[in-house]
Nanobody
Framework: VQLVESGGGSVQPGQSLNLSCTASGFTFSVADMRWFRQAPGKEREVVAQILPRGGVTHYKPSVRGRFTISRNNSKKMVYLQMNDLQFEDSGVYYC????????????WGQGTQVTVSA
């Protein structure tokens, strides 16, 4: 199983980044996909979620309207378009899959750094 994130970098406030996550080794099309972030000294938090068919999304309130999560099941990829980035958006962004079951199955990527600085 692999989740590989890419697209992180250093930007100024107000700029944009588009993160990508490529999945392999599990049934991507039935998995909820989530983007988490973790800032230094803080707990990891979910910022966006997309259900398997892509029609339902959820966002952390502070990013709603600025971030857009999407997925391509045929390519086994999930994306996070981040616009109007702010200082507080800095952190390591992780792609994660959640597949319902007994027990549920969760996989994590290695993370990609996003730094917003003046």
């Amino acid at each position: 199983v692999q989740l590989v994130e890419s697209g992180g970098g250093s930007v100024q406030p107000g700029q944009s980044l588009n993160l990508s996550c490529t999945a392999s080794g599990f049934t991507f099309s039935v998995a909820d996909m989530r983007w988490f972030r973790q800032a230094p000294g803080k707990e990891r938090e979910v910022v966006a979620q997309i259900l398997p068919r892509g029609g339902v999304t959820h966002y952390k309130p502070s990013v709603r309207g600025r971030f857009t999560i999407s997925r391509n099941n045929s390519k086994k990829m999930v994306y996070l378009q981040m616009n109007d980035l702010q200082f507080e958006d800095s952190g390591v962004y992780y792609c994660s899959s959640f597949t319902w079951g007994n027990p549920p199955t969760v996989f994590w990527g290695q993370g990609t750094q996003v730094t917003v600085s003046a």
